[in-house]
């Protein structure tokens, strides 16, 4: 399966961003998938994971009630939505298929 990021973009603080990861070679139904990111500097850290039916999430503290997490079989892709964005949210954010299959990744830049 191949995996494809897109939606980072530069953003000032307090500022929302969407990202998607949409897949193509195989349907994404059965593979939970997770967002990760990684700074510069910093060590590569889980943001967030939804299991295969969309039942199952999780987040990581840095993020619980900013982001938010979604999945669309039907369409292949998987949502990150960023709301009330940080300096410190900058960085390359991948998704990742069962933690197999990885995009190319995407860059969010929280500046003013």
């Known amino acids: 399966v191949q995996l494809v990021e897109s939606g980072g973009a530069l953003v000032q603080p307090g500022g929302s961003l969407r990202l998607s990861c949409a897949a193509s070679g195989s349907s994404l139904d059965h593979y939970a998938i997770g967002w990760f990111r990684q700074a510069p500097g910093k060590e590569h850290e889980g943001v967030s994971c939804?299991?295969?039916?969309?039942?199952?999430?999780n987040y990581a503290d840095s993020v619980k009630g900013r982001f938010t997490i979604s999945r669309d079989n039907a369409k292949n892709t998987v949502t990150l939505q960023m709301n009330s964005l940080k300096p410190e949210d900058t960085a390359v954010y991948y998704c990742?298929?069962?933690?197999?299959?990885w995009g190319q990744g995407t860059q969010v830049t929280v500046s003013s």
């Open positions: 990742a298929a069962d933690n197999t299959y």
């Open positions: 939804i299991s295969s039916s969309g039942a199952s999430i």
